[in-house]
C-alpha cells in the first residue's frame, strides 16, 4: 500500500489518554500521508509530545486506535514501533558524543566483516557520507566527534539515522527548539528535501509557527485532547494560528 505516492501511513482514530486525574488525550483522530509533512500546534501541555509518544510505542494508549499502512496494530514498545519504520528525533537527540558522525549514524546496527565481529570501518563511512549527501546534510567529515558539531548538525545526523533506517513515519518533537536561526535552516532544508523525495511521512512538533508554515503541508490543532483545526498551510495563516492558540486564553482556557 505504501508504494504508492501519497498514500496513507498512519491514521489515528478516537486516541485517548489519561495520567491519574489528568486527561492528556480525549479523542485524537489523525493521518498523515507519503511525502507529507503534517505540522502538530498546541498550547503547553496540549498533549502534543503524549500523542508522539504514543505513536512512538512508549506510552499506550486507554482507548483507539492506530492504523500503520492501512493495518490496526497495536505498538508494544519503542523497538517495536521501530521495527515497522516509525522512527522519532528526539528533542535531546540521543546521540553519543564521543563517537564519530559514521558509528552515530550505524548505533546498535553496526557493519561487520561477517563471519568475523570486526567493524567495517570503511564501508560504514563510505555509507555514511552517501546517507548524508542523499539528503543534502553537509557535514565536512563523517569522521568528526559528534560532540564537536553544532545543535543544527547534530539535529540533522539525527534526522539522517532516521532516514537511514528506512523509517516510514518520521515523528519530530520540537526539532527546532533552542536553535538559532542558522541552525533552524539547516533542519528546515533536510525536510524539505525529504519532502521533495516524498517517500517518508512527516509529523512536526514546533512552536514557532513561521517554521511550520515554510515546512508544513497541512497543519492540525490539537486543544484540549483533540484535533479542532485541520487545515492545508496554504489555506491558512500564522496569524490564524496565533489567534487560535491565543483564544484559549481569552476564554480562560490557558495555563
Ligand atoms: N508521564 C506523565 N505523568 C503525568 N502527567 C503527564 C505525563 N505526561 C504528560 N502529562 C500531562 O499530560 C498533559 C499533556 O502533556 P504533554 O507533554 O503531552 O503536552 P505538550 O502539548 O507536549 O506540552 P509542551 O508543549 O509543554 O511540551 C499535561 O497536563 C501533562 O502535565
Known sequence: MTAEPGAEVVRVEGISKSFGPVTALADVNLHVRRGEVLGLIGDNGAGKSTLIKILTGYHQPDGGHIIFEGEPVTLKSVVHARSLGIETVFQDLAMIDDLPVYLNLHLNRELTHRPFPFLHRREMKRRAREALDSIGIDIP???????????????????????????????????LAAMGAKESAVILRVLQELKRRGDIAIILIAHNYGQ????????????????????????????????????????????
Open 141 to 175: 567529515s563523517v569522521t568528526a566527534e559528534v560532540g564537536m558539531l553544532s545543535g543544527g548538525q547534530r539535529q540533522a545526523i539525527a534526522v539522517a539515522r532516521s532516514v537511514y533506517s528506512k523509517a516510514k513515519l518520521m515523528l519530530l518533537d520540537e526539532p
Open 212 to 255: 511550520v508554515m515554510d515546512v508544513c503541508d497541512r497543519v492540525n490543532l490539537l486543544q484540549h485532547g483533540e484535533i479542532t483545526f485541520d487545515r492545508l498551510a496554504g489555506e491558512t495563516s500564522v496569524a490564524e494560528l496565533l489567534d487560535l492558540v491565543n483564544a484559549e486564553y481569552r476564554l480562560g482556557g490557558g495555563h
